[in-house]
Protein backbone atom coordinates (compact mmCIF):
# COMPACT_ATOMS: atom_id res chain seq x y z
CA UNK A 1 0.00 0.00 0.00
CA UNK A 2 2.97 2.13 0.71
CA UNK A 3 4.36 1.57 -2.42
CA UNK A 4 1.37 2.18 -4.41
CA UNK A 5 0.21 5.54 -2.18
CA UNK A 6 4.17 6.45 -3.25
CA UNK A 7 3.55 6.02 -6.96
CA UNK A 8 0.40 7.43 -7.17
CA UNK A 9 1.53 10.54 -5.22
CA UNK A 10 4.37 10.66 -7.74
CA UNK A 11 2.03 10.71 -10.68
CA UNK A 12 1.43 7.40 -11.84
CA UNK A 13 -1.37 7.05 -13.48
CA UNK A 14 -1.59 2.87 -13.25
CA UNK A 15 -1.22 3.10 -9.38
CA UNK A 16 -4.09 5.67 -9.06
CA UNK A 17 -6.34 3.46 -11.26
CA UNK A 18 -5.53 0.66 -8.73
CA UNK A 19 -6.37 3.31 -5.84
CA UNK A 20 -9.91 3.61 -8.19
CA UNK A 21 -10.80 0.18 -7.91
CA UNK A 22 -9.65 -0.33 -4.94
CA UNK A 23 -11.82 2.13 -3.01
CA UNK A 24 -14.39 3.04 -5.12
CA UNK A 25 -16.90 1.14 -3.75
CA UNK A 26 -16.52 2.43 -0.50
CA UNK A 27 -16.73 5.76 -2.04
CA UNK A 28 -19.47 5.15 -4.45
CA UNK A 29 -21.34 3.55 -1.41
CA UNK A 30 -21.22 6.19 1.21
CA UNK A 31 -22.10 8.68 -1.36
CA UNK A 32 -25.35 6.68 -1.78
CA UNK A 33 -26.05 6.50 1.82
CA UNK A 34 -25.28 10.50 2.37
CA UNK A 35 -27.09 11.76 -0.81
CA UNK A 36 -29.83 9.19 -1.20
CA UNK A 37 -29.25 9.05 -5.06
CA UNK A 38 -27.47 6.49 -7.35
CA UNK A 39 -27.16 9.44 -9.71
CA UNK A 40 -25.64 12.15 -7.56
CA UNK A 41 -23.58 9.17 -6.13
CA UNK A 42 -21.73 8.48 -9.35
CA UNK A 43 -21.01 12.20 -9.43
CA UNK A 44 -19.61 12.52 -5.97
CA UNK A 45 -17.61 9.31 -6.84
CA UNK A 46 -16.06 10.78 -9.98
CA UNK A 47 -15.32 14.25 -8.00
CA UNK A 48 -13.74 12.75 -5.10
CA UNK A 49 -11.22 10.71 -7.64
CA UNK A 50 -10.88 13.90 -9.35
CA UNK A 51 -9.64 15.60 -6.43
CA UNK A 52 -7.78 12.31 -5.19
CA UNK A 53 -5.59 12.97 -8.43
CA UNK A 54 -5.23 16.62 -8.47
CA UNK A 55 -4.36 16.96 -4.53
CA UNK A 56 -2.34 13.92 -4.46
CA UNK A 57 0.72 16.01 -2.51
CA UNK A 58 -1.44 17.14 -0.09
CA UNK A 59 -2.39 13.45 0.98
CA UNK A 60 0.38 13.18 4.62
CA UNK A 61 0.38 9.37 5.10
CA UNK A 62 1.65 10.43 8.54
CA UNK A 63 -1.48 11.62 9.41
CA UNK A 64 -3.22 8.72 8.85
CA UNK A 65 -5.11 6.21 5.99
CA UNK A 66 -5.57 6.53 2.51
CA UNK A 67 -9.64 5.55 3.26
CA UNK A 68 -9.73 8.42 6.13
CA UNK A 69 -8.63 10.83 3.90
CA UNK A 70 -11.03 9.68 1.44
CA UNK A 71 -13.93 9.42 3.54
CA UNK A 72 -13.06 13.19 4.64
CA UNK A 73 -12.92 14.32 1.35
CA UNK A 74 -16.83 12.11 0.03
CA UNK A 75 -18.01 14.07 2.99
CA UNK A 76 -16.80 17.07 2.47
CA UNK A 77 -18.22 16.95 -1.03
CA UNK A 78 -21.57 15.29 -0.10
CA UNK A 79 -21.88 17.65 2.64
CA UNK A 80 -21.26 21.08 -0.14
CA UNK A 81 -23.77 19.59 -2.20
CA UNK A 82 -26.33 19.43 0.53
CA UNK A 83 -26.13 23.32 1.47
CA UNK A 84 -25.92 23.96 -2.35
CA UNK A 85 -28.74 21.78 -3.14
CA UNK A 86 -32.70 24.24 -2.83
CA UNK A 87 -34.12 23.40 0.39
CA UNK A 88 -36.36 20.56 -1.13
CA UNK A 89 -36.46 16.94 0.29
CA UNK A 90 -35.53 14.55 -2.71
CA UNK A 91 -36.78 11.23 -2.05
CA UNK A 92 -34.06 8.15 -2.01
CA UNK A 93 -33.87 6.12 -4.73
CA UNK A 94 -36.02 2.99 -5.39
CA UNK A 95 -34.07 0.21 -4.62
CA UNK A 96 -34.84 -2.91 -7.08
CA UNK A 97 -37.10 -5.71 -6.07
CA UNK A 98 -33.69 -7.75 -7.02
CA UNK A 99 -32.02 -6.10 -4.49
CA UNK A 100 -34.25 -6.77 -1.31
CA UNK A 101 -34.36 -10.28 -2.03
CA UNK A 102 -30.75 -11.01 -2.66
CA UNK A 103 -30.48 -11.58 1.53
CA UNK A 104 -27.29 -9.98 3.12
CA UNK A 105 -24.72 -13.14 3.74
CA UNK A 106 -24.62 -14.07 7.49
CA UNK A 107 -27.69 -11.70 8.22
CA UNK A 108 -30.69 -13.64 8.84
CA UNK A 109 -32.99 -10.63 9.52
CA UNK A 110 -35.57 -9.81 7.01
CA UNK A 111 -37.06 -6.42 5.94
CA UNK A 112 -40.18 -5.32 4.85
CA UNK A 113 -39.60 -3.50 1.75
CA UNK A 114 -41.69 -0.17 2.89
CA UNK A 115 -40.00 -0.57 6.05
CA UNK A 116 -36.90 -0.15 4.47
CA UNK A 117 -37.84 2.78 2.25
CA UNK A 118 -39.30 4.62 5.07
CA UNK A 119 -35.98 3.92 7.75
CA UNK A 120 -34.12 5.00 4.37
CA UNK A 121 -36.45 8.22 3.79
CA UNK A 122 -36.23 8.78 7.75
CA UNK A 123 -32.02 8.63 7.42
CA UNK A 124 -32.17 11.30 4.31
CA UNK A 125 -34.35 13.19 6.34
CA UNK A 126 -31.42 13.85 8.75
CA UNK A 127 -29.25 16.88 8.60
CA UNK A 128 -25.60 16.01 7.37
CA UNK A 129 -24.38 16.28 10.32
CA UNK A 130 -26.58 13.58 12.45
CA UNK A 131 -26.60 11.56 8.57
CA UNK A 132 -22.76 11.91 8.32
CA UNK A 133 -22.00 10.15 12.11
CA UNK A 134 -24.96 7.91 11.07
CA UNK A 135 -23.15 6.26 7.73
CA UNK A 136 -19.64 6.45 8.94
CA UNK A 137 -20.66 4.28 11.58
CA UNK A 138 -23.10 1.94 10.78
CA UNK A 139 -22.94 1.65 7.12
CA UNK A 140 -18.63 2.05 7.04
CA UNK A 141 -18.52 0.48 10.74
CA UNK A 142 -15.96 3.35 11.84
CA UNK A 143 -14.67 3.29 15.47
CA UNK A 144 -15.58 7.11 16.65
CA UNK A 145 -12.28 7.85 16.93
CA UNK A 146 -11.98 7.38 13.42
CA UNK A 147 -15.54 9.33 12.79
CA UNK A 148 -13.38 11.97 14.65
CA UNK A 149 -10.81 12.25 12.45
CA UNK A 150 -12.54 12.06 9.23
CA UNK A 151 -15.25 14.74 10.34
CA UNK A 152 -12.52 16.95 12.41
CA UNK A 153 -14.91 17.01 15.57
CA UNK A 154 -13.80 15.82 18.92
CA UNK A 155 -15.25 12.55 19.98
CA UNK A 156 -17.31 13.62 22.58
CA UNK A 157 -19.23 15.36 19.75
CA UNK A 158 -19.09 12.23 17.90
CA UNK A 159 -20.98 10.84 20.82
CA UNK A 160 -23.88 13.14 21.42
CA UNK A 161 -24.16 13.06 17.58
CA UNK A 162 -24.31 9.55 17.40
CA UNK A 163 -26.86 9.36 20.39
CA UNK A 164 -29.04 12.01 18.84
CA UNK A 165 -29.58 10.70 15.51
CA UNK A 166 -30.20 7.51 16.77
CA UNK A 167 -33.01 9.50 18.94
CA UNK A 168 -34.58 11.00 16.03
CA UNK A 169 -34.60 7.92 13.62
CA UNK A 170 -35.87 6.36 16.61
CA UNK A 171 -38.98 8.78 16.98
CA UNK A 172 -39.51 9.87 13.55
CA UNK A 173 -39.22 5.78 12.30
CA UNK A 174 -41.27 4.54 15.07
CA UNK A 175 -44.06 7.17 14.17
CA UNK A 176 -44.26 6.13 10.86
CA UNK A 177 -44.31 2.23 11.91
CA UNK A 178 -47.42 2.76 13.98
CA UNK A 179 -49.20 5.22 11.46
CA UNK A 180 -49.08 2.21 9.14
CA UNK A 181 -50.18 -0.19 11.67
CA UNK A 182 -53.10 1.89 12.48
CA UNK A 183 -54.01 2.09 8.72
CA UNK B 1 -26.96 7.19 36.61
CA UNK B 2 -30.82 7.87 36.69
CA UNK B 3 -32.65 7.59 33.24
CA UNK B 4 -32.06 10.97 32.14
CA UNK B 5 -28.61 10.31 31.93
CA UNK B 6 -29.04 6.87 30.46
CA UNK B 7 -30.54 8.43 27.47
CA UNK B 8 -27.68 10.08 26.47
CA UNK B 9 -25.48 7.23 26.16
CA UNK B 10 -27.59 4.40 24.85
CA UNK B 11 -26.05 4.40 21.17
CA UNK B 12 -22.43 4.40 23.35
CA UNK B 13 -22.85 2.36 25.27
CA UNK B 14 -24.16 -0.88 22.44
CA UNK B 15 -20.97 0.60 20.46
CA UNK B 16 -19.19 -0.26 23.10
CA UNK B 17 -17.88 3.27 23.80
CA UNK B 18 -17.72 4.20 27.30
CA UNK B 19 -15.47 3.52 29.83
CA UNK B 20 -15.81 0.72 32.01
CA UNK B 21 -17.11 2.75 35.13
CA UNK B 22 -19.62 4.21 32.89
CA UNK B 23 -20.57 0.59 31.74
CA UNK B 24 -20.34 -0.63 35.27
CA UNK B 25 -23.09 2.59 36.04
CA UNK B 26 -25.25 1.98 33.19
CA UNK B 27 -25.24 -1.73 33.95
CA UNK B 28 -26.63 -0.83 37.57
CA UNK B 29 -29.15 1.20 36.29
CA UNK B 30 -30.44 -1.35 33.88
CA UNK B 31 -30.74 -4.25 36.28
CA UNK B 32 -33.28 -2.06 38.11
CA UNK B 33 -35.06 -0.45 35.33
CA UNK B 34 -37.71 -1.91 32.89
CA UNK B 35 -38.13 1.44 31.55
CA UNK B 36 -34.40 2.28 30.57
CA UNK B 37 -34.21 -1.45 29.40
CA UNK B 38 -36.85 -1.02 26.54
CA UNK B 39 -35.24 2.32 25.65
CA UNK B 40 -31.85 0.67 24.90
CA UNK B 41 -33.89 -2.48 23.26
CA UNK B 42 -35.63 0.17 20.70
CA UNK B 43 -32.21 1.81 20.06
CA UNK B 44 -30.25 -1.42 19.44
CA UNK B 45 -33.11 -2.44 17.05
CA UNK B 46 -32.67 1.19 15.27
CA UNK B 47 -28.94 0.16 14.79
CA UNK B 48 -29.69 -3.45 13.58
CA UNK B 49 -32.67 -2.12 11.03
CA UNK B 50 -30.23 0.87 9.88
CA UNK B 51 -26.98 -1.95 9.70
CA UNK B 52 -29.64 -4.20 7.51
CA UNK B 53 -30.77 -1.36 5.24
CA UNK B 54 -27.58 -0.13 4.37
CA UNK B 55 -26.24 -3.32 3.45
CA UNK B 56 -29.21 -3.62 1.28
CA UNK B 57 -28.95 -0.30 -0.23
CA UNK B 58 -25.10 -0.91 -0.64
CA UNK B 59 -26.08 -4.52 -2.40
CA UNK B 60 -28.13 -2.31 -5.07
CA UNK B 61 -25.12 0.27 -5.76
CA UNK B 62 -22.65 -1.17 -8.57
CA UNK B 63 -19.99 0.81 -10.11
CA UNK B 64 -19.88 2.00 -13.30
CA UNK B 65 -18.01 0.58 -15.65
CA UNK B 66 -17.22 4.16 -16.97
CA UNK B 67 -16.42 5.91 -14.17
CA UNK B 68 -13.06 5.88 -14.64
CA UNK B 69 -12.93 7.07 -17.81
CA UNK B 70 -15.24 9.99 -17.02
CA UNK B 71 -12.51 10.77 -14.40
CA UNK B 72 -10.18 11.27 -16.72
CA UNK B 73 -12.24 13.19 -19.09
CA UNK B 74 -13.03 15.49 -16.10
CA UNK B 75 -9.66 16.01 -15.05
CA UNK B 76 -8.59 16.53 -18.47
CA UNK B 77 -11.44 19.61 -18.89
CA UNK B 78 -10.22 21.09 -15.44
CA UNK B 79 -6.89 21.49 -16.97
CA UNK B 80 -8.23 22.36 -20.37
CA UNK B 81 -10.44 25.08 -18.37
CA UNK B 82 -7.80 26.11 -15.91
CA UNK B 83 -5.29 26.75 -18.94
CA UNK B 84 -8.04 28.89 -20.89
CA UNK B 85 -8.82 30.83 -17.54
CA UNK B 86 -4.95 31.24 -16.58
CA UNK B 87 -4.28 32.80 -20.13
CA UNK B 88 -7.39 34.83 -20.56
CA UNK B 89 -6.69 35.92 -16.74
CA UNK B 90 -3.46 37.29 -17.83
CA UNK B 91 -4.44 38.72 -20.88
CA UNK B 92 -7.29 40.57 -19.37
CA UNK B 93 -4.71 41.68 -16.93
CA UNK B 94 -2.71 42.42 -19.38
CA UNK B 95 -5.30 44.55 -21.39
CA UNK B 96 -6.40 46.33 -17.88
CA UNK B 97 -2.98 47.11 -17.44
CA UNK B 98 -3.08 48.61 -20.52
CA UNK B 99 -6.33 50.45 -20.03
CA UNK B 100 -5.06 51.72 -16.69
CA UNK B 101 -2.00 53.07 -17.92
CA UNK B 102 -3.59 54.63 -20.99
CA UNK B 103 -5.77 56.65 -18.74
CA UNK B 104 -3.24 57.79 -16.77
CA UNK B 105 -0.61 58.36 -19.54
CA UNK B 106 -3.35 60.12 -21.59
CA UNK B 107 -6.91 59.86 -20.24
CA UNK B 108 -9.77 58.42 -22.09
CA UNK B 109 -13.77 58.91 -22.26
CA UNK B 110 -15.33 57.11 -19.09
CA UNK B 111 -17.71 55.14 -20.88
CA UNK B 112 -14.68 53.56 -22.44
CA UNK B 113 -13.91 52.23 -19.18
CA UNK B 114 -17.41 51.33 -18.24
CA UNK B 115 -17.56 49.41 -21.20
CA UNK B 116 -14.26 47.47 -20.32
CA UNK B 117 -15.13 46.71 -16.97
CA UNK B 118 -18.75 45.65 -17.63
CA UNK B 119 -16.78 43.68 -20.45
CA UNK B 120 -14.91 41.93 -17.55
CA UNK B 121 -17.67 41.27 -15.34
CA UNK B 122 -19.20 39.47 -18.61
CA UNK B 123 -15.96 37.52 -18.94
CA UNK B 124 -16.59 36.70 -14.88
CA UNK B 125 -19.71 35.73 -14.91
CA UNK B 126 -19.77 33.44 -18.17
CA UNK B 127 -16.43 31.70 -16.62
CA UNK B 128 -18.51 30.50 -13.43
CA UNK B 129 -21.11 29.55 -15.72
CA UNK B 130 -19.58 27.21 -17.93
CA UNK B 131 -16.66 25.89 -15.28
CA UNK B 132 -19.39 24.30 -12.87
CA UNK B 133 -20.96 22.78 -16.54
CA UNK B 134 -18.17 21.12 -17.83
CA UNK B 135 -17.52 19.88 -14.16
CA UNK B 136 -20.88 17.80 -14.28
CA UNK B 137 -20.94 13.84 -15.16
CA UNK B 138 -22.80 13.17 -18.22
CA UNK B 139 -24.90 11.04 -15.76
CA UNK B 140 -25.89 14.54 -13.94
CA UNK B 141 -25.87 16.07 -16.65
CA UNK B 142 -29.14 13.65 -18.11
CA UNK B 143 -30.77 13.39 -14.97
CA UNK B 144 -31.25 17.12 -14.80
CA UNK B 145 -32.12 17.62 -18.75
CA UNK B 146 -34.78 14.87 -17.63
CA UNK B 147 -36.26 16.60 -14.13
CA UNK B 148 -36.12 19.98 -15.43
CA UNK B 149 -38.49 19.17 -18.75
CA UNK B 150 -41.71 21.15 -18.77
CA UNK B 151 -43.12 17.82 -20.36
CA UNK B 152 -41.77 15.51 -17.89
CA UNK B 153 -42.91 17.53 -15.28
CA UNK B 154 -46.29 17.10 -16.64
CA UNK B 155 -46.24 13.63 -17.67
CA UNK B 156 -45.72 12.84 -14.46
CA UNK B 157 -48.46 14.78 -12.25
CA UNK B 158 -46.80 17.78 -12.07
CA UNK B 159 -45.10 17.63 -8.55
CA UNK B 160 -41.26 16.63 -7.79
CA UNK B 161 -39.42 14.60 -10.61
CA UNK B 162 -37.40 11.93 -8.73
CA UNK B 163 -34.67 10.62 -10.79
CA UNK B 164 -33.75 6.87 -10.02
CA UNK B 165 -31.34 6.03 -12.59
CA UNK B 166 -29.47 7.44 -15.57
CA UNK B 167 -27.27 5.77 -18.28
CA UNK B 168 -25.30 7.26 -20.92
CA UNK B 169 -24.65 5.71 -24.29
CA UNK B 170 -21.05 7.32 -25.03
CA UNK B 171 -21.72 6.32 -28.71
CA UNK B 172 -23.93 8.65 -29.76
CA UNK B 173 -24.10 11.07 -27.13
CA UNK B 174 -28.08 9.99 -25.76
CA UNK B 175 -29.25 9.06 -22.20
CA UNK B 176 -31.96 6.80 -20.69
CA UNK B 177 -33.29 8.18 -17.30
CA UNK B 178 -35.84 6.49 -15.13
CA UNK B 179 -37.94 9.08 -13.31
CA UNK B 180 -40.48 8.78 -10.53
CA UNK B 181 -43.35 11.37 -9.66
CA UNK B 182 -46.84 11.18 -8.12
CA UNK B 183 -48.04 9.48 -11.06
CA UNK B 184 -45.66 6.41 -11.26
CA UNK B 185 -42.52 5.80 -12.96
CA UNK B 186 -41.33 7.07 -16.67
CA UNK B 187 -38.30 6.49 -19.28
CA UNK B 188 -37.39 9.00 -20.07
CA UNK B 189 -34.71 9.50 -23.63
CA UNK B 190 -32.55 12.66 -23.42
CA UNK B 191 -29.87 13.59 -25.97
CA UNK B 192 -26.95 15.31 -24.22
CA UNK B 193 -25.94 17.50 -27.33
CA UNK B 194 -29.01 19.08 -27.45
CA UNK B 195 -30.02 19.10 -24.01
CA UNK B 196 -33.48 17.97 -25.14
CA UNK B 197 -36.22 15.01 -24.01
CA UNK B 198 -36.36 13.00 -27.36
CA UNK B 199 -38.56 10.50 -25.91
CA UNK B 200 -41.36 10.04 -22.74
CA UNK B 201 -41.99 6.16 -22.41
CA UNK B 202 -44.83 5.46 -19.88
CA UNK B 203 -44.20 2.61 -17.25
CA UNK B 204 -45.10 -0.61 -18.77
CA UNK B 205 -48.38 -2.37 -17.09
CA UNK B 206 -49.32 -6.12 -16.00
CA UNK B 207 -52.95 -6.99 -18.09
CA UNK B 208 -55.52 -8.93 -15.92
CA UNK B 209 -54.75 -11.38 -17.31
CA UNK B 210 -51.06 -10.94 -16.89
CA UNK B 211 -51.89 -11.22 -12.85
CA UNK B 212 -54.60 -14.11 -12.90
CA UNK B 213 -51.79 -15.70 -14.37
CA UNK B 214 -49.30 -14.94 -11.84
CA UNK B 215 -52.05 -16.13 -9.28
CA UNK B 216 -52.04 -19.08 -11.16
CA UNK B 217 -48.75 -20.17 -11.44
CA UNK B 218 -48.20 -19.07 -7.66
CA UNK B 219 -50.94 -21.07 -6.58
CA UNK B 220 -49.42 -24.27 -8.09
CA UNK B 221 -46.02 -23.55 -6.38
CA UNK B 222 -45.27 -25.60 -3.87
CA UNK B 223 -43.70 -22.81 -1.17
CA UNK B 224 -46.58 -21.15 -1.63
CA UNK B 225 -48.85 -24.10 -1.03
CA UNK B 226 -46.75 -24.58 2.01
CA UNK B 227 -47.97 -21.29 3.47
CA UNK B 228 -51.76 -21.43 1.96
CA UNK B 229 -52.06 -24.73 4.17
CA UNK B 230 -51.00 -23.30 7.70
CA UNK B 231 -53.52 -20.60 7.17
CA UNK B 232 -52.08 -18.12 5.04
CA UNK B 233 -54.17 -16.27 2.45
CA UNK B 234 -53.20 -14.64 -1.14
CA UNK B 235 -54.61 -10.67 -0.28
CA UNK B 236 -53.37 -9.30 -4.16
CA UNK B 237 -51.00 -9.36 -7.38
CA UNK B 238 -49.38 -6.29 -7.13
CA UNK B 239 -47.25 -4.84 -9.98
CA UNK B 240 -43.30 -4.54 -9.26
CA UNK B 241 -40.64 -2.33 -11.61
CA UNK B 242 -37.58 -4.03 -12.65
CA UNK B 243 -34.67 -1.95 -14.47
CA UNK B 244 -32.72 -3.48 -16.70
CA UNK B 245 -29.52 -2.39 -18.84
CA UNK B 246 -29.02 -4.01 -21.92
CA UNK B 247 -25.59 -3.53 -24.08
CA UNK B 248 -25.69 -3.69 -27.97
CA UNK B 249 -22.28 -5.89 -28.13
CA UNK B 250 -22.25 -4.93 -31.90
CA UNK B 251 -23.22 -0.99 -32.01
CA UNK B 252 -22.04 -0.46 -27.64
CA UNK B 253 -24.88 1.12 -26.88
CA UNK B 254 -26.39 0.42 -23.96
CA UNK B 255 -30.29 0.89 -22.61
CA UNK B 256 -32.20 0.89 -19.76
CA UNK B 257 -35.94 -0.23 -19.38
CA UNK B 258 -38.56 -0.76 -17.08
CA UNK B 259 -40.20 -4.15 -16.76
CA UNK B 260 -43.42 -4.92 -15.11
CA UNK B 261 -43.39 -7.98 -12.84
CA UNK B 262 -46.35 -9.45 -10.82
CA UNK B 263 -45.94 -10.16 -7.28
CA UNK B 264 -48.22 -12.69 -5.74
CA UNK B 265 -49.34 -11.02 -2.07
CA UNK B 266 -49.33 -13.44 0.96
CA UNK B 267 -50.73 -12.56 4.44
CA UNK B 268 -50.22 -15.12 7.19
CA UNK B 269 -52.51 -15.76 10.08
CA UNK B 270 -50.00 -14.43 12.37
CA UNK B 271 -50.21 -10.87 10.42
CA UNK B 272 -47.22 -11.12 8.52
CA UNK B 273 -46.48 -10.47 4.88
CA UNK B 274 -45.11 -12.51 2.24
CA UNK B 275 -44.36 -11.46 -1.87
CA UNK B 276 -43.23 -13.80 -4.77
CA UNK B 277 -42.40 -12.73 -7.96
CA UNK B 278 -43.19 -14.62 -10.70
CA UNK B 279 -42.11 -14.75 -14.25
CA UNK B 280 -45.11 -15.33 -16.69
CA UNK B 281 -42.78 -16.42 -19.58
CA UNK B 282 -40.95 -19.85 -17.43
CA UNK B 283 -44.12 -20.05 -15.73
CA UNK B 284 -42.60 -20.21 -12.06
CA UNK B 285 -41.87 -18.52 -8.84
CA UNK B 286 -38.65 -16.83 -9.41
CA UNK B 287 -38.01 -14.68 -6.21
CA UNK B 288 -39.20 -15.20 -3.01
CA UNK B 289 -39.40 -11.19 -1.08
CA UNK B 290 -39.58 -10.97 2.47
CA UNK B 291 -41.43 -8.22 3.44
CA UNK B 292 -41.69 -9.18 7.00
CA UNK B 293 -41.48 -7.44 9.95
CA UNK B 294 -38.36 -6.96 11.39
CA UNK B 295 -38.54 -9.16 14.76
CA UNK B 296 -39.17 -12.45 12.43
CA UNK B 297 -36.19 -13.82 11.89
CA UNK B 298 -37.64 -16.49 9.66
CA UNK B 299 -36.99 -16.70 5.81
CA UNK B 300 -39.34 -17.86 3.05
CA UNK B 301 -36.34 -20.10 2.37
CA UNK B 302 -35.71 -21.83 5.58
CA UNK B 303 -39.79 -22.69 5.06
CA UNK B 304 -39.03 -24.33 1.82
Same mark, same amino acid.
Given at each position: ?15 ? &? ?21 ? &? ?104 ? &? ?37 | ?7 ? !? ?14 ? #? ?51 ? +? ?17 ? =? ?13 ? =????? *? ?39 ? *?????? !? ?8 ? #? ?19 ? #???? +? ?10 ? =? ?11 ? !? ?26 ? *? ?23 ? +? ?27
Amino acid at each position: MADLAEKWQSGDKDAF &ETLFQQYQGMVLKTARMMTGSGV &EAEDVLQEVFVKVWKSRHSFNPEKGAIATWLHRITMNLCVDRSRKKQPVFVPLDTVELSDMSAGIPGDDRVMNMWEYRELMETVGLLDTRHRSVVVLRYFNELAYE &EIAQVLDIPLGTVKSRINQALKILRERFGGKRREKESI | MNCKDMKE !VFANYLDGQVSPEEKE #KIQAHLSACRHCQMELESIAAIQGNLRHAFKITAAGTIPSLQSLARIWERIEA +EDKSRDAVSVRAKSRIGVV =KDILVRRLVSPQPAW =KVVVV *GLLVVALIASLIVVIPGMRQSPEALAASIAQNSPQVRAALG *GGGVQV !VKAIINTVDE #KGTVIVKGELGLLTIRVDLRT #KTVV +EVIPEPQLTEAD =KDRALEIATADPR !VKRFLVEGATISKVETAHLSEARTNLET *GKTEISFRAVPVVVIETEQGMTWGA +EVDLDAGVVVRELTPMGFQSPQSFREVR
